[in-house]
């Protein structure tokens, strides 16, 4: 009789357990910590990777969460203070108790996040830090999502060596984002065989580029690639006409951008811009991320948005693929891992440092932003040599 009440005990025990562990897990979430500014004047810029993170939320969880558990973010302010970001994410460890770690916007921000993460040995996913400085050596669990500032060059470069455009201008604007572009640039030309000219870089604000299409003109430069903003690519167009003037290939950072095209109408045509993503990359899932991202926030997302779903769906994989959230397995896991995402390809160095994604490269054809660059994910063929102006046409 007493083993008979003992047995049926046990087993009242089990059942209980059993209707209890799927509430258990819900209490127990995966906690996802990031600082992520919500207030302040980078506010406005950075409102798309908070819109990224919560939409990967929701899907994640529409899916069963992680390990069984649901995702629960944790998102903190730094009112646009990135002096404050270290102590945020020392917090997020200490009191939030957070599993994994997302980085905050931008590469100023993202040395104090990597700082605190090293420090605490967690785990964190660079989310927005392209910059050569956030991937240190000899960093351990700090890996990086974007494509770094010094990829940027990458596509440009490589039709140029396959067009044989061997002289090459290389144009930076003088801040250390485009000139960091620029130097790799400068030294990955070298490299390939290709004769670039001494780098050209010009003040913030400038809007005469005549000096430098004079000198490109004598140096008989086949290729101008140049970094900074829109802006500053619209200058070197209308230099260009004023001068008549047109290299084989004309490739700018800014002219990805649809400000571009809007103020040049069609003296846009066949110039090449660079860009970190576009919504119509065939990457895996992007058409589906663009779609979602629309339907929830009512506007088309931006390269910041993809960057923050695609941390997510790396943190996805490679917590699927350790099995635990103990920290030296999910850091072996970020550091072994091979995936793609809607943003472009994850792989690292042994720094953490991406060594898969590559900026893409887009041309003004007929009016349009087609993909020509990788050709993999290409929506055209790019059209060079870019056109004389005295045989351009207007369009129809």
Same mark, same amino acid.
């Given at each position: ?8 005990? !046990? ?27 919500? @207030?302040?004047? !980078?506010?406005? !810029? ?15 969880? %529409? ?18 203070? $990135? ?14 108790? *957070? ?7 931008? $590469? ?37 999502? =974007?494509? =770094? ?6 596509? *440009? ?9 061997? $002289? ?16 790799? %640039? ?9 004769? #670039?000219?001494? !780098? ?22 086949? *290729? ?22 047109? =290299? ?27 860009? #970190?993503?576009? =919504? ?11 779609? $979602?991202?629309?339907?929830?926030? @009512? ?5 910041? %948005?993809?960057?923050?779903? %695609? ?73 060079? #040599? ?11």
């Amino acid at each position: 009789m007493a083993m008979r009440r003992m047995t049926g005990f !046990l087993a009242t025990v089990a059942l209980l357990a059993a209707a209890l562990g799927p509430a258990h897990a819900q209490d127990n979430p995966v906690v996802v910590g990031a600082v992520v500014t919500q @207030s302040g004047m !980078l506010a406005d !810029l950075a409102a798309d990777l908070r819109k990224a993170l919560l939409l990967w939320q929701e899907e994640v969880n %529409a899916a069963g969460g992680l390990l069984g558990r649901r995702v629960e973010l944790r998102l903190l302010d730094d009112r646009s203070e $990135s002096g404050s970001v270290r102590a945020l994410y020392e917090q997020l460890i200490r009191d939030e108790r *957070a599993d994994l770690l997302i980085g905050p916007f931008g $590469s100023a921000a993202t040395l104090g996040a990597a700082g605190a993460a090293e420090q605490h040995r967690r785990v964190l996913l660079n989310a927005t830090g392209a910059a050569r400085a956030t991937q240190r050596a000899g960093f351990r669990y700090v890996f990086q999502v =974007p494509a =770094p500032f010094g990829a940027y060059a990458a596509g *440009a470069l490589e039709v140029a060596l396959r067009m044989d455009y061997r $002289s090459i201008l290389i144009v930076a604007r003088n801040d250390p984002v485009a000139r960091e572009m620029a130097d790799r %640039a400068q030294a990955d030309a070298i490299a390939l065989g290709l004769r #670039p000219a001494p !780098l050209e870089a010009y003040p913030a604000g400038a809007d005469d580029f005549v000096p430098i299409v004079t000198r490109a003109r004598a140096a008989g430069a086949q *290729a101008w690639i140049a970094f900074g903003l829109p802006q500053d690519a619209v200058e070197m167009v209308k230099a260009f006409r004023k001068l008549d003037y047109a =290299p084989a290939m004309f490739v700018a950072q800014g002219a990805a951008d649809p400000r571009f095209v809007a103020r040049l109408g069609q003296d846009a045509e066949r110039a090449i811009g660079i860009t #970190p993503w576009e =919504p119509a990359l065939r990457t895996p899932g992007n058409a589906r991320f663009a779609e $979602s991202y629309l339907r929830k926030w @009512s506007a088309e997302p931006t390269a910041l %948005a993809a960057q923050g779903y %695609a941390a997510g769906k790396i943190i996805e994989e490679a917590v699927r693929r350790a099995g635990v959230l103990e920290q030296e397995a999910l850091r072996e896991a970020f550091a072994a891992l091979r995936t793609e995402t809607p943003l472009g390809g994850y792989g690292v160095d042994r720094d953490g440092a991406q060594r898969a994604a590559r900026p893409a490269l887009v041309q003004i054809q007929n009016g349009r932003r087609e993909i020509v660059w990788p050709e993999a994910l290409a929506t055209a063929r790019w059209q060079l #040599p870019y056109p004389r102006w005295q045989e351009r046409r207007v369009l129809k």
